[in-house]
């Protein structure tokens, strides 16, 4: 139904800057038409976009809900307010009057501005913004676990560089393939798969996940194949590789000299090459070797070389003992392929409510952690560059386009469902930084009042937050024109 936006990165985009940014900040600003109802603050109005105004949709109370013009955020207008001015008092008394002149059904029981409510009662207004998102995020994740979670059932292993001698060959000629399952039944490791190829009894039956051709959808298939006694002999003579995919700066890799697509078929005078499982063993010697230099061999090209590299001690967690990102990629001589794993098999498993509400509350700790934790792993090294990137709203429309396609060919609205909740979380928790005129620099000015016993002048306040406007105006700018000439879209993994 929707295959079309398969075909357009920029119609997905916009889709998805439809479904996921624009309810996002609805969401919030709704946060804070509640919270001020409950605290007793008047709100004029609840906009949908920024001003100029082009529609009323609808009154409820003394709260007029407003179309606008531009559709990058919202707000709520309380009495006394325009936007991030403070209005005269003549101005607010105008206004004060036109409600006190409502039928009583639409009259508030207080008309109150924000300013004549009480430190925490405005704390609350501020924050609630932030609070229904995150709440929001809950909800979207307990019906993720409604719908499904994928379960992890079994390994997964692509097969590639298949010889035309191979019995492998007739399924997809030269192209790689996954084999998903061995006789109907999903395995658990290598060594699962070849013990069952290695059975005498034939044929075997593979569950085979074929690779689109054309942009087409990826094809499941039975394959039946008989080994001769010849070939199945020879399915555990390995030639292993672990092929070298990414080098963290300054790492061990790195100070060594290892490059990209270098083969490791070595370390420690151990030979590689002939292990079903040679990522094993290189940690194994790595951990044993942590903080001595070892020699490490590598295929370069047609040439072999040898480094010396000393593997870290206790490395922090995503760095690894030498700071390389490998491929295992395992030739088998009966099978006459290579076979590196694709990651675990997963099956969608939907949850009971209560599970699915558990399973939303770990989801959110996990995002509030990882979020939370940015800073301490890139002041560490630990985090990637591109984790520490400000993404624009062309980037955020752009990344959920990728994830609203992915649910298009899956067929599961799992995944831009994660990316919408994962929006709202970080709508949130940005919206409470202690910047003007964002609400955590609101909320700033507040506990300043607090502690001074008397607020700002509202001259200076009205200063700080059109100066924060303009500075967030100008890195919105900056960011924007970051995400035009370098789409963040390049430095996410497809």
Same mark, same amino acid.
């Given at each position: 139904m929707f295959d079309f936006l398969l075909k357009s990165d920029l119609l997905s985009s916009l889709v998805a800057f439809g479904l996921v940014l624009i309810p996002a900040v609805i969401v919030h600003e709704f946060g804070h038409l509640l919270a001020a109802k409950a605290v007793g603050i008047t709100i004029l109005e609840f906009g949908i976009g920024y001003p100029p105004k082009i529609a009323r949709l609808f009154r409820w109370r003394e709260t007029d809900f407003t179309l606008n013009l531009i559709p990058l955020g919202g707000f709520v207008r309380p009495l006394g307010e325009d936007m991030i001015k403070t209005l005269s008092e003549a101005e607010t008394e105008a206004a004060r009057a036109e409600l006190a002149a409502l039928e009583p059904g639409r009259m508030p029981a207080k008309i109150r501005t924000v300013n004549e409510a009480k430190p925490l009662s405005r704390i609350v207004f501020m924050a609630a913004g932030a609070i229904a998102n995150v709440l929001a995020a809950l909800l979207v994740f307990v019906v993720i676990g409604l719908i499904g979670v994928d379960q992890p059932i079994g390994e997964a292993y692509v097969v590639g560089n298949v010889t035309s001698e191979s019995p492998l060959y007739a399924i997809a000629g030269g192209q790689e393939f996954v084999i998903e399952t061995v006789n109907g039944a999903p395995y658990q490791s290598l060594d699962d798969l070849l013990t069952a190829v290695e059975s005498e009894t034939q044929p075997v039956v593979l569950g085979v996940l074929l690779r689109p051709v054309d942009d087409g959808p990826f094809e499941r298939r039975e394959i039946e194949l008989t080994f001769s006694p010849e070939q199945r002999a020879?399915?555990?003579?390995?030639? =292993?590789?672990?092929?070298?995919?990414?080098?963290?700066?300054?790492?061990?890799?790195?100070?060594?000299? %290892? $490059?990209?697509?270098?083969?490791?078929?070595?370390?420690?005078?151990?030979?590689? $090459?002939? =292990?079903?499982?040679?990522?094993?063993?290189?940690?194994?010697?790595?951990?044993?070797?942590?903080?001595?230099?070892?020699? %490490?061999?590598?295929?370069?090209?047609?040439?072999?070389?040898?480094?010396?590299?000393?593997? *870290?001690?206790?490395?922090?967690?995503?760095?690894?003992?030498?700071?390389?990102?490998?491929?295992?990629?395992?030739?088998?001589?009966?099978?006459?392929?290579?076979?590196? =794993?694709?990651?675990?098999?997963? !099956? =969608?498993?939907?949850?009971?409510?209560?599970?699915?509400?558990?399973?939303?509350?770990?989801?959110?700790?996990?995002?509030?952690?990882?979020?939370?934790?940015?800073?301490?792993? %890139?002041?560490?090294?630990?985090?990637?560059?591109?984790?520490?990137?400000?993404?624009?709203?062309?980037?955020?429309? $752009?990344?959920?386009?990728?994830?609203?396609?992915?649910?298009?060919?899956?067929?599961?609205?799992?995944?831009?469902?994660?990316?919408?909740?994962?929006?709202?979380?970080?709508?949130?928790?940005?919206?409470?930084?202690?910047?003007?005129?964002?609400?955590?620099?609101?909320?700033?000015?507040?506990?300043?009042?607090? %502690?001074?016993? !008397?607020?700002?002048?509202?001259? *200076?306040?009205?200063?700080?937050?059109?100066?924060?406007?303009?500075?967030l105006l100008a890195i919105g700018i900056v960011v924007i024109v970051q995400d035009i000439r370098d789409p963040i879209l390049n430095l996410l993994p497809r």
């Open positions: 020879a399915l555990r003579d390995f030639r =292993s590789r672990l092929v070298v995919e990414s080098i963290q700066l300054n790492s061990p890799a790195y100070m060594a000299g %290892l $490059q990209l697509r270098d083969a490791i078929i070595g370390i420690g005078g151990v030979d590689l $090459q002939t =292990s079903s499982d040679p990522f094993r063993i290189l940690q194994e010697i790595n951990e044993e070797s942590a903080g001595s230099a070892v020699p %490490l061999t590598v295929v370069r090209g047609d040439a072999e070389v040898t480094l010396e590299v000393t593997p *870290r001690i206790n490395p922090a967690p995503g760095q690894g003992y030498l700071g390389a990102g490998v491929t295992v990629d395992v030739f088998s001589t009966g099978l006459g392929a290579s076979l590196y =794993s694709a990651g675990p098999l997963t !099956k =969608s498993v939907p949850l009971a409510l209560p599970e699915a509400i558990a399973y939303g509350v770990s989801e959110i700790r996990n995002v509030l952690d990882a979020i939370l934790g940015l800073p301490a792993r %890139l002041l560490s090294g630990t985090a990637a560059p591109e984790e520490g990137r400000v993404i624009s709203i062309l980037g955020i429309s $752009q990344i959920g386009g990728s994830f609203l396609q992915d649910s298009i060919e899956t067929g599961s609205p799992t995944r831009i469902l994660s990316f919408v909740a994962l929006v709202n979380i970080a709508l949130g928790l940005t919206n409470l930084l202690p910047l003007p005129p964002l609400d955590g620099g609101r909320i700033l000015f507040i506990v300043i009042e607090i %502690l001074r016993g !008397k607020p700002l002048s509202q001259r *200076r306040e009205e200063a700080i937050m059109i100066i924060g406007m303009l500075f």
